[in-house]
Each structure stands twice: as structure tokens, then as C-alpha cells.
């Protein structure tokens, strides 16, 4: 099970961190994903992390970090410099360990084994 939180809404140039707490797996095994889909738009991939590798978009590039806390089982997406075009629901999933990728890269959507409910971030210009 994967819940993320931490969404809002922020004006431009705010920013947010948006948690995803997981259970019910080996969350150190899987890498984590970040999605992120807007009305009218498909999901598209974010940032993800495994134990030895980090991903972005170039979208976000330089603006956003990942990070996870293995203690607690949880995965950051801090959000700096947000624009209205970041404006989403923002997902976070997880790859099984057997899914071979390789950074800056993240893995396809498709193969995502786990995935959350989705937190709204809402940036207002």
C-alpha cells in the first residue's frame, strides 16, 4: 500500500513536500516512482529513487528532490520553484527490484507494481 500526502495549494515560486508512505512489501527493495497527471493530461513520470539511483524529469530538473527515509518507509518529492504547470495530482508507485533501469531514466509507467491514491497540488500565478 502506498499513501502519499502533503499536496495543497501554493502560489508560484512555493514551494511543497509531498510524502509517500509505503507498506505492505520490501519497501528498500523497490524503487519509487513519482507521476503526475493533469486534467486532460496522461500520467507522466516525475522523479524516482532506488537504493543507488535518482531520476528527473527534465521538467523538474534542478527544482525538485527525491529522497527516501528507509527507517520509515517513506519517499520525498520536495517541490521548489513550482509553477501552475506543475499543478497535478501527483502519484507515487512501486517497481519490484527485478525491473532492470537505469538513472537519469526512470522506469516506463507500466511497470509499476503499487500505486498510490494521489495528492492534489494546486500552484495559483
Known amino acids: 500500500q502506498l499513501v502519499e500526502s502533503g499536496g495543497g495549494l501554493v502560489r508560484t515560486g512555493g514551494s511543497l513536500r509531498l510524502s509517500c508512505a509505503a507498506s505492505g512489501f520490501t519497501f528498500d527493495a523497490y524503487a519509487i516512482g513519482w507521476f503526475r497527471q493533469a486534467p486532460g493530461r496522461e500520467r507522466e513520470g516525475v522523479s524516482c529513487?532506488?537504493?543507488?539511483?535518482?531520476g528527473y524529469a527534465d521538467s523538474v530538473k534542478g527544482r525538485f528532490t527525491i529522497s527516501s527515509d528507509n527507517a520509515k518507509n517513506t519517499v520525498y518529492l520536495r517541490m521548489n520553484s513550482l509553477k501552475p504547470e506543475d499543478t497535478a495530482v501527483y502519484y507515487c508507485a512501486a517497481v519490484a527490484p527485478t525491473v532492470i533501469w537505469g538513472a537519469p531514466r526512470c522506469p516506463t509507467i507500466d511497470v509499476y507494481d503499487y500505486w498510490g491514491q494521489g495528492t492534489v497540488v494546486t500552484v495559483s500565478s
Open positions: 529513487i532506488s537504493d543507488n539511483q535518482i
